[in-house]
Every structure is written in structure tokens, then in C-alpha cells.
């Protein structure tokens, strides 16, 4: 069965409704107003982007990333414990999947 054309109206300003007050207000406030954010991701990196498209899942197309991690260089036996090395390298256009998504922090300084 179907359902009635005013469910589905209503899922739909329920579902904009959250898009401007729950947590994904962020993500829409970078979308239209062009600010950058900065996301902490599964795999320890952080990409800082703007965000051009998202969806409920927290997937995301980003512009003009900059992803940042820290490597620890491998030692061989007996010497010292190398120090961290902090990388990064950036990237015009990416797809994010939204289950890699830990955090999303708007006005990174």
C-alpha cells in the first residue's frame, strides 16, 4: 500500500526541519555559506573543506581539502623511538562516505 500524499509532505519538513536545527545545521549553514569545516574521521585523519552536498547519512561532497594525519616513522632494532611526523596533502574534489565521520566542527581556527 501507499502512502498519502500528507505523510509524505510532513516527512519532508520534519526531515528540513532537522537539517536547520539538529546536528546536521552545520553542515548545512558550510553549504550555504561557503565555510570551511573541519572533520574528524575513522581512520585518525581530519579533512578541513567546504562542503558542497550532504545528506542525512553524513555523506559529503568536499572542495578544497586538506587532509592531515600523523605517521610514526618505522625504527630498527636498538635505536631510538622516532618522533611523529605530521603529513598532509590536499585534494580539489572527494566523495566522503558517512560512516567514516566520527565529528563535524564548524569555524575551524
Given at each position: 500500500m501507499s502512502k498519502p500524499m500528507e505523510e509524505d509532505t510532513n516527512q519532508g519538513k520534519t526531515e528540513e526541519e532537522e537539517?536547520?536545527?539538529?546536528?546536521?545545521?552545520?553542515l548545512m549553514?558550510?553549504?550555504?555559506?561557503?565555510?570551511?569545516?573541519l572533520i574528524n574521521c575513522r581512520n585518525n585523519r581530519k579533512l578541513?573543506?567546504?562542503?558542497?552536498?550532504?545528506?542525512?547519512h553524513c555523506?559529503?561532497?568536499?572542495e578544497n581539502v586538506r587532509e592531515?594525519?600523523?605517521e610514526v616513522p618505522k625504527t630498527g632494532?636498538?635505536?631510538?623511538?622516532a618522533l611523529p611526523i605530521n603529513r598532509d596533502r590536499f585534494i580539489s574534489k572527494m566523495f566522503l562516505r558517512g560512516?567514516?565521520?566520527?565529528i563535524v566542527l564548524r569555524n575551524p581556527k
Open positions: 537539517f536547520n536545527t539538529g546536528p546536521l545545521s552545520v549553514m558550510s553549504v550555504k555559506n561557503n565555510t570551511q569545516v578541513l573543506g567546504r562542503v558542497r552536498a550532504f545528506d542525512r555523506n559529503m561532497v568536499l592531515m594525519w600523523t632494532k636498538g635505536k631510538k623511538k560512516d567514516s565521520v566520527i
